[in-house]
C-alpha cells in the first residue's frame, strides 16, 4: 500500500491534517489504536472561540457542552483575578470524532484498532491490536499526531521529556457555572486545580509537575474536598480520567519526512496545559507545507505561530516552578491571567 501521507494518531492534531490534505486530493491514511476517534476522554475540554471562528464546521450542536465566558483564578493569598476567555467546554469526544469523519467524507482511509510500530526501510509498520498481524506501508509524508508520548517523535530522535501528570474526576455542579474556575494551591505544586463546567457537571481536575514527587492522585483528592466543602460540586464521582500534558514546548518538530503536530511535537502550553487549538493548527501547517512541496517550511511556519507564546512559557516554567513555597512570588510570574507573566525577566 502507498499514500502521500500516513497520519499516526486520530486526535484533533493528525484528523485536522488528514482532512486539510486529503481535501486538496491527497490519498491519505489515518491509523490509530483506539476502537472510536476520541475515546476515552482524557480532556477538561475547554477550547477559546477563536477555534470556531477558524474552523467553524469542526463544531456540530453535540460537540459543545457549553459556552463560557471567563477564566477566574483563586489565589492562596485570597486575591480573586478574572480574566476574559470566552470558548466552549467540548464533549471531546464528539469533537475528534466530527474531524475525523470530515476528513473520511473527503477521502482519508482510517484503520482503527491499528498500533504504529515503527519504521523498517523506508516503510510504516503497521500492527492490528487485536490479531497482531503486521502491515508494511509506503508513504511520502508522516504525521507524527500520536499524542504527548509519541512514539513518532521517539524513533525519529528527540522526544519530550518533560511532563505534567494529571488526574480529573467528573463531578454534579451543586449550581451551574458559566465560568472556568482556576485554583492555585500548595498541594498542587508545579501546576493547578480546574473546575470546567459541562451543563449539571463539571470536569475537576488537577496537574501536577512530577518532579515534586507528589502523588497525583492524592492532590486530586484533597482537591476534591476543597471543591466540595466549599459547594461547587457534590461529593460524589461520575467518571474518571487523566494523562500526561507536554511541558517543555515544541520539539524539533519538522523531521525530513516526518512532521511532528500537536501534542507529538510538544505544541501544548507548557503552563496551562492547553493544546486542542495548537493541535488543530499544526495539522493545518503541516498540511500546507506538504501540499504547498514544502515541508521543511512547516517547522518555520509552525514556530511563527506557536513558538514565542510556548518557548516563553517553557523558559518560565524551568526558572520559576521550583520556587513553589513561595506561591505570591512566582503564581503573577508564570500565569497568563497577571500582568507581570507578559514583562520581560
Ligand atoms: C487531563 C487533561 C486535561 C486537558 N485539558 C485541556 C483543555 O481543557 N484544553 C486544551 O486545549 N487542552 C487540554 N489538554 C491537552 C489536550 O488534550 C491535548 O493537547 C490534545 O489532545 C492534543 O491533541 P493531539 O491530536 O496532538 O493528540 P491526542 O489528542 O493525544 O491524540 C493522539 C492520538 O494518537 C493515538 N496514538 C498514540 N500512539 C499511537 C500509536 N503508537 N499508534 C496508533 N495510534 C496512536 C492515540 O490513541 C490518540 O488518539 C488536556 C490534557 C489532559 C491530559
Same mark, same amino acid.
Given at each position: 500500500m502507498k499514500f502521500d501521507a500516513v497520519v499516526i494518531g486520530a486526535g484533533p492534531g493528525g484528523a485536522t491534517c488528514a482532512w486539510e490534505l486529503a481535501r486538496k486530493g491527497a490519498k491519505v491514511l489515518i491509523v490509530d489504536f483506539k476502537r472510536r476517534p476520541g475515546i476515552p476522554v482524557q480532556c477538561a475540554e475547554f477550547v477559546p472561540l477563536q477555534l470556531k471562528h477558524r474552523y467553524p464546521h469542526f463544531f456540530i450542536q453535540d460537540s459543545v457542552a457549553q459556552e463560557v465566558e471567563s477564566m477566574v483564578h483563586f489565589t492562596p493569598w485570597g486575591e480573586v483575578v478574572t480574566m476574559p476567555s470566552p470558548g466552549f467546554v467540548l464533549n471531546r469526544d464528539i469533537f475528534d470524532s466530527r474531524i475525523v469523519d470530515l476528513a473520511v467524507s473527503q477521502g482519508a482511509e482510517i484503520m482503527l484498532r491499528t498500533f504504529f510500530r515503527g519504521f523498517d526501510n523506508g516503510n510504516v509498520i503497521l500492527e492490528n491490536?487485536? !490479531?497482531?498481524e503486521t502491515v508494511k506501508v509506503r508513504a511520502d509524508f508522516i504525521i507524527g499526531a500520536d499524542g504527548p508520548r509519541s512514539r513518532t517523535a521517539r524513533l525519529t530522535g528527540y522526544p519530550i521529556r518533560s511532563f505534567l501528570a494529571t488526574a480529573q474526576f467528573m463531578m454534579p455542579l451543586l449550581a451551574k457555572l458559566k465560568d472556568l474556575l482556576i485554583f492555585f494551591r500548595d498541594y498542587i505544586p508545579g501546576g493547578y486545580g480546574w473546575v470546567f463546567p459541562k451543563g449539571d457537571k463539571a470536569n475537576v481536575g488537577v496537574g501536577v509537575d512530577p518532579e515534586f514527587g507528589v502523588n497525583v492522585m492524592n492532590s486530586l483528592k484533597r482537591f476534591k474536598e476543597e471543591v466540595t466543602s466549599s459547594g461547587i460540586v457534590a461529593n460524589q464521582i461520575i467518571s474518571r480520567t487523566g494523562g500526561w500534558i507536554p511541558a517543555e514546548g515544541p520539539v524539533e518538530p519538522s523531521r525530513g519526512k516526518v512532521l511532528l503536530v500537536g501534542d507529538a511535537g510538544g505544541?501544548?502550553?507548557?503552563? !496551562?496545559?492547553?493544546?486542542i487549538a495548537n493541535a488543530v493548527l499544526t495539522g493545518s501547517l503541516a498540511a500546507q507545507s506538504i501540499i504547498e512541496g514544502d515541508p521543511e517550511e512547516y517547522g518555520e511556519s509552525s514556530m511563527d505561530f506557536l513558538g514565542e507564546s510556548l518557548t516563553r512559557a517553557a523558559r518560565k516554567r524551568i526558572k520559576y516552578m521550583k520556587r513553589w513555597d513561595d506561591l505570591e512570588f512566582i503564581i503573577p510570574k508564570t500565569w497568563i491571567a497577571f500582568e507581570e507573566y507578559w514583562k520581560e525577566d
Amino acid at each position: 500500500m502507498k499514500f502521500d501521507a500516513v497520519v499516526i494518531g486520530a486526535g484533533p492534531g493528525g484528523a485536522t491534517c488528514a482532512w486539510e490534505l486529503a481535501r486538496k486530493g491527497a490519498k491519505v491514511l489515518i491509523v490509530d489504536f483506539k476502537r472510536r476517534p476520541g475515546i476515552p476522554v482524557q480532556c477538561a475540554e475547554f477550547v477559546p472561540l477563536q477555534l470556531k471562528h477558524r474552523y467553524p464546521h469542526f463544531f456540530i450542536q453535540d460537540s459543545v457542552a457549553q459556552e463560557v465566558e471567563s477564566m477566574v483564578h483563586f489565589t492562596p493569598w485570597g486575591e480573586v483575578v478574572t480574566m476574559p476567555s470566552p470558548g466552549f467546554v467540548l464533549n471531546r469526544d464528539i469533537f475528534d470524532s466530527r474531524i475525523v469523519d470530515l476528513a473520511v467524507s473527503q477521502g482519508a482511509e482510517i484503520m482503527l484498532r491499528t498500533f504504529f510500530r515503527g519504521f523498517d526501510n523506508g516503510n510504516v509498520i503497521l500492527e492490528n491490536v487485536l !490479531t497482531r498481524e503486521t502491515v508494511k506501508v509506503r508513504a511520502d509524508f508522516i504525521i507524527g499526531a500520536d499524542g504527548p508520548r509519541s512514539r513518532t517523535a521517539r524513533l525519529t530522535g528527540y522526544p519530550i521529556r518533560s511532563f505534567l501528570a494529571t488526574a480529573q474526576f467528573m463531578m454534579p455542579l451543586l449550581a451551574k457555572l458559566k465560568d472556568l474556575l482556576i485554583f492555585f494551591r500548595d498541594y498542587i505544586p508545579g501546576g493547578y486545580g480546574w473546575v470546567f463546567p459541562k451543563g449539571d457537571k463539571a470536569n475537576v481536575g488537577v496537574g501536577v509537575d512530577p518532579e515534586f514527587g507528589v502523588n497525583v492522585m492524592n492532590s486530586l483528592k484533597r482537591f476534591k474536598e476543597e471543591v466540595t466543602s466549599s459547594g461547587i460540586v457534590a461529593n460524589q464521582i461520575i467518571s474518571r480520567t487523566g494523562g500526561w500534558i507536554p511541558a517543555e514546548g515544541p520539539v524539533e518538530p519538522s523531521r525530513g519526512k516526518v512532521l511532528l503536530v500537536g501534542d507529538a511535537g510538544g505544541f501544548c502550553h507548557p503552563i !496551562t496545559g492547553g493544546g486542542i487549538a495548537n493541535a488543530v493548527l499544526t495539522g493545518s501547517l503541516a498540511a500546507q507545507s506538504i501540499i504547498e512541496g514544502d515541508p521543511e517550511e512547516y517547522g518555520e511556519s509552525s514556530m511563527d505561530f506557536l513558538g514565542e507564546s510556548l518557548t516563553r512559557a517553557a523558559r518560565k516554567r524551568i526558572k520559576y516552578m521550583k520556587r513553589w513555597d513561595d506561591l505570591e512570588f512566582i503564581i503573577p510570574k508564570t500565569w497568563i491571567a497577571f500582568e507581570e507573566y507578559w514583562k520581560e525577566d
